[in-house]
């Protein structure tokens, strides 16, 4: 399995977008809906697993997320799904830490990431921060990493 960063100009773009139409979670149809528009600018990716023949999940790679406009938290992992035939490989952590990887190569110290999971970003190496107002008007608990040493 190959980890991926994609932009627009690249070749798995369109089928990125229509997995992420078709995927059974319902955060992969905003993904599609963003990347139709091509927000992602300069630095920012969408990471996708791809097996040779099709992909097996994606995450995004943003200078923000859902964190609320009043924060200056940056750059964000986002979207993090993992087909369920491919559910218990680990690709949900290699996708992350190509994220990571890759945030630390272009001169960020640190990654964000905001979710509902309890206990599930802890062991990629990230540390609650608290809980913070995102765009849609809730809070979500925001996670921090280094990309030093990883």
């Known amino acids: 399995m190959k980890i991926i960063a994609v932009t627009s100009r690249h070749i798995l773009w ?50 923000k997320d859902e964190i609320s406009d009043e924060y200056s938290f940056s750059p964000f992992i986002g979207s993090v799904f993992v087909d369920e035939a491919y559910r218990g490989n680990r690709l949900s952590g290699s996708l992350i830490q190509n994220v990571i990887s890759y945030a630390g190569e272009n001169g960020f110290g640190s990654v964000y990431i905001m979710s509902g999971e309890k206990g599930l970003y802890e062991k990629y190496g990230f540390s609650l921060l608290g809980y913070y107002k995102t765009i849609f008007g809730n809070t979500e608990q925001l996670f921090v990493t280094s990309t030093q040493g990883k």
């Open 14 to 63: 369109d089928e990125t977008i229509r997995y992420a139409e078709n995927c059974s979670w319902r955060g992969g149809h905003y993904l599609a809906e963003q990347m139709k528009k091509d927000i992602f600018r300069g630095w920012e990716r969408v990471f996708i697993a791809y097996n040779g023949r099709q992909i097996a999940g994606f995450c995004t790679f943003t200078e």
